[in-house]
């Protein structure tokens, strides 16, 4: 009893923990705002509402598969009937004589195979036109999944972790893929091969039928009830699992930090306390599946001891043949089979709809700034990029940037200065839209950039950030992502002019050479090198530099500082930077503090002015006097 009632708090605080966890998932909008939810219930509807219309360009392979699963389902309820021909029409009868009976003996058994060998290619044919649906399937539903992950807002996806988007397009692509034999193929086989064995049963012996019929709803009620209590911890499970999943990739993405500090105990603690969290889940609703498996079992068995008392009862009252009894037998097994798919898919269900639940409540997410009614191109060039009373938070009551108001002259280089936190980042993620603004607006000759088509205005960009991302290829085809169908040649000038060709000429495969996850076969200078590279190749008309130069010793950025030059010429360029370096050449210099502009002007009329800017620049030629790195303090 005490056992029973620990098993059922366990149950109520798994499901209590889904309950919470779905409370804060991800069907608030995309700008983060509270949004009535609506139940799980209508979800569900609504979720497998989309999951009929992938499977709408696939109609026909799925009636094809239909008519080959009721044709299997068929043939499937001969052999019994002609088992029962020959046990009582052959073995059994003694007035027909001996040739005749061999002659009845042999069709039969030729039949008999014919009809196995039929099934079973029906069922194979079955089978591969099953994985062809499911195939095509999975991948439709992979790369919508894919293109949706690639056009999310950043905060969703950032809520989502990496470990939950890798789960999400694997394995629960994979197991919502099996939905179509789950909750059509093998349900509807099983009704047809009940409705079929039913009346055969009812035709044979109608008392046997009722007698072995009168357990099936106990059979139905079981299996149900077990299923609705193992559904959420199905979705806990998987959740669990992503969330082991993302702290790997957070794990080895930072293996220096790790190590740096010690933390590899830390870490695998934390990495087995994941994954006992969802061991704990599994066993658990293992259990409840053991309770189904245990009564099904002696469902069966008592089913058929009912047939084999009761139908020799009324064989000896000369109710029933031999023949009828060996027939109930085996169709009572192909009766309860279906019922057994049934109850064992149901189970299996519980996983598919989880994961279904999980890839579609992502599907239904809006994508990042959808275009506008109306939006329009972006210009060709870009004339003068306008700030108007523009504020932003991240979350609500937390303004980042406050009141914000600047004119950029098209091809203008404005540097923006000050201490970290200020909202340089978050004003540069403004003008590449990767956010937009809480208030006001940015035109781009004097159109709102937000009724500009996204695709359009972001041809206009290139970003270099403080902490590039390359990806595990060559050096070719990092600093071609710059701009596809870029020549070699192309190419090659973009590394002569980031000063990034002489490291890549002297490698063994030159810029064939293979950079390595996230470049971890470059220093930082280097790395930061070919990211200016793909954004020269890319010659954009407006570009952003965070900290574009931050990893570069004092050797390397004297080698790029004249190239960035270059690339700023004549491009609307926005410069984050430290170093004083970098930023005396710019036409407009923004001091901000705390969202707002405190100072803005040329490098030499700053200086006259005498205020912040004066105070960083001589703080920072006192460090460079006194050996420091010459970065703002």
Known sequence: MKRARTSRKRYESFLQAYRDRRTDDLSA??????????????????????????????????VVLLLLAAL???????????????????LLVQDVPDARRLSLLHLVGALFLAVIISGRLVE??????????????????????????????????????????????SGDVDTTSGLLQLAVISPGLAALRLVIAVTILFFLNWRLAVTALAVIPGAILISFTVSRRVR????????????????????????RVVRAFRREIREEHDYAVGHHSALRKELFAHRRELLLWGSWGALIALVDLVIVWYGGYLNIRGIATIGDIMAFQWYT?????PIWQIVNSFSELQRSLAAMDRVFEVLALPADKPDI????DAPARVEEICFLNVSFEYRPGEPVLSDFNLVVPGGSVVALVGRSGVGKTTLTDLVGRFHDPTGGQILVNGIDIRKL???????????????????????????????????????????????????????????????????????????????????????PEILILDEATSNLDTESEQLIQQSLQDLLRGRTSFVIAHRLSTITHADIIVVMDRGRIIERGGHEELMRARGTYFAMVTRQ???????GDGEWG
Not at 84 to 89: A, E, G, K, T
Not at 233 to 252: L, M, N, P, Q
Not at 621 to 627: D, K, L, N, T, V
Request: proline share 4%; charged share 25%; hydrophobic share 45%.
């Open 621 to 627: 030629r006192e460090a460079m006097a006194a050996g």
């Open 453 to 539: 088509r996204l695709k359009s205005y972001r041809e206009l960009l290139a970003v270099v950030h403080q902490e590039v991302f390359l990806f595990d290829g060559t050096m070719r085809e990092n600093i071609a992502y710059g701009r596809h169908g870029a020549t070699d040649a192309e190419i090659l000038d973009a590394a002569r002019r980031a000063n990034a060709h002489e490291f890549i000429a002297v490698l063994p495969e030159g810029y064939d050479s293979v950079v390595g996850e996230r470049g971890v076969k470059l220093s930082g200078g280097q790395r930061q090198r070919l990211a200016i590279a793909r954004a020269i190749l890319a010659a």
């Open 29 to 62: 909008g995309a700008d983060g705002k509270d949004k009535p939810q609506p139940s799980a219930r209508a979800e569900r509807r609504r979720y497998l509402a989309n999951y009929v219309n992938w499977l709408r360009p696939h109609v026909t392979a799925v």
């Open 373 to 376: 009614a109306g939006a329009v």
């Open 124 to 169: 194979a044919g079955r089978s591969y036109r099953q994985r062809q649906v499911n195939a095509r399937t999975m991948l439709s539903l992979r790369r919508s999944l894919y293109e949706r992950l690639l056009y999310l807002p950043l905060q969703k996806l950032s809520e989502l972790k990496i470990g939950g988007i890798i789960a999400r397009l």
């Open 72 to 90: 299997g389902a068929g043939l499937d309820m001969l052999p019994p009937l002609f088992l029962r021909y020959v046990v009582d029409h052959v």
């Open 232 to 255: 959420p911890i199905y979705r806990a499970i998987r959740e669990d699992k992503a969330d082991v999943e993302g702290r790997v990739g957070e794990t080895f993405g930072g293996i």
């Open 333 to 337: 097994f192909v009766l309860l089979n």
